[in-house]
Every structure is written in structure tokens, then in C-alpha cells.
């Protein structure tokens, strides 16, 4: 295991990626805060446009310079979509951001609408042009596949969901410290149960802070042991009883279980 893990943290300096040039705040605020403008460099906004007007619908991460990663039931054919990266504000022009149409949009082939806990809520996105890294704009980096994160393990979630349920999306970038919660955990029967799959990871439950309404798609970060931030997770679904529920944790496609399908989909020329 130390050669893999070893290899994985030399991969990733190489591509540069999972360390952003503006350290995030890692304080203990339990019930969100505003981010430290760019310092979640991977994180972008897909948007869809409506009369004329492009709308934040969900989060995504950018696992290479034409890739983006977010959830499967972010996709809707009948829409247009572009992915924004380098933004902070979402209502404010920026220096250094860029929306950019995709070029193709890939679901997971075993993605299921109508019943969501099947999981595979996961698509990658491929952009009509590569993007140029720089302080606003950096790559994530994905865990060595099979990766489990222990109960409690420290990680964030990022987006700009609704700020509480039936509530407002957020204009800045939104994190909040969401502790793993192990699937031995997360599959008791008061929490999720049946319905959180082996192929998922829970994070949060603890009824303060949850993601919630245009957070999905978005990243679960977790820094390793090595000082670098990896995309554990893609949020994917919360309780139908509000975006914070007690022992309800915001649930997420685990990134480590489809490294073979990004892999694939990234190899595959498109049809």
C-alpha cells in the first residue's frame, strides 16, 4: 500500500493538482461560511441557460484541463449548459473566470433516475476547449481507487446551494466542515440504511449542516496525509425532510469506486 499511495502523491504534484495556490480555511464553523475567494480552485458552477439567461444549477470539479466531474442527475437533455470555473461571486465579473460550452456530456451508463440509491450518480463533462491552470483555475485531484475514508475523517463541502432548506442559492462560494460518516455508520438503520450503497460515501448528519438544493454535483474535499486535497465525493442526494436532518448526512457517489469508468469515458473517443 505505501508504494500506491506514495506513486498516487507523486502523480499528483506532477499534474499539479489538489493544491491550490490560496490555502483554504480549515476552521471548525459548524453551520457554513463564505470560502476564501479561489483557494477551491477545481470547483465550477454548471449552468443552464433559460430565456436568455445562464442559471447555477449544480457543482462540479475539474479533473483535467478539459474535464469536469458531477453528478449524473445534474443532466437534463433537453437543456444547454456551459461550465463556469474560477469563480467566487457568482453575480460579479471576475478576473481569471471563464464559461466554457461542453463539447460532449457523458452519464454513467447504469445511472438510474428513477431510483437514485442505486447509485452511478456520477457524469463527466468534456469541454469544447482545455482550460488554462492558474491561481483561480486548478485541477482536483481523485483518490487511488478502493480508497475508504475513516468514520469522522475531516472534509468540506463546497457550493453554492440553498443556504438552508427552501432557502436562498448562495452568491459566494459556501463551505462547511462535514465529517465522514463511515458506511457502518451510515447504513444503521435510523440513519440511511439500505438506501446508501457500499459504491457512496456519507458525510455530515449531524443536523446542523447538510448540502442542500444546488450543491450537488459539487465536491467533497478531504486533505491526505500528504498535505493534498483529494474529491472524495460528488454530492448526490439528501433527505426529503430538509438539507440538515439529524443522522441524515448529505450522501455522495464515492469518487474512489468509478476510477475505471473516468479512466474509460476519458480514453473513449467520442461517437
Known sequence: MIPIVLASVLIASAL???TPAIEPLTS????????????????????????????HTCGGSLIAANWVMTAAHCINTNLSYR?????HNLVEDEAGSKAILPETIIVHEQWNPIFVALGNDIALIKLSESVTLSDQVQLACIPTAGTLLANLYPCYITGWGR???GGPIADKLQQALMPVADHATCSQPDWWGVAVRTSMVCAGGDGIVGGCNGDSGGPLNCKNSEGVW??????????????NYVKKPTVFTRVSAFNDWIDLV??????
Open 266 to 271: 476519458k480514453k473513449t473517443p467520442a461517437s
Open 16 to 18: 499539479g493538482c489538489g
Open 230 to 243: 483529494e474529491v472524495h465525493g460528488i454530492a448526490s442526494f439528501v433527505s426529503g425532510l430538509g438539507c
Open 163 to 165: 443556504l438552508y432548506t
Open 28 to 55: 471548525r464553523v459548524v453551520n457554513g461560511e463564505d470560502a476564501k475567494p479561489h483557494s477551491w480552485p477545481w470547483q465550477i458552477s454548471l449552468q443552464y441557460e433559460r430565456d436568455g439567461v445562464w442559471r
Open 83 to 87: 461550465v463556469f470555473l474560477g469563480k
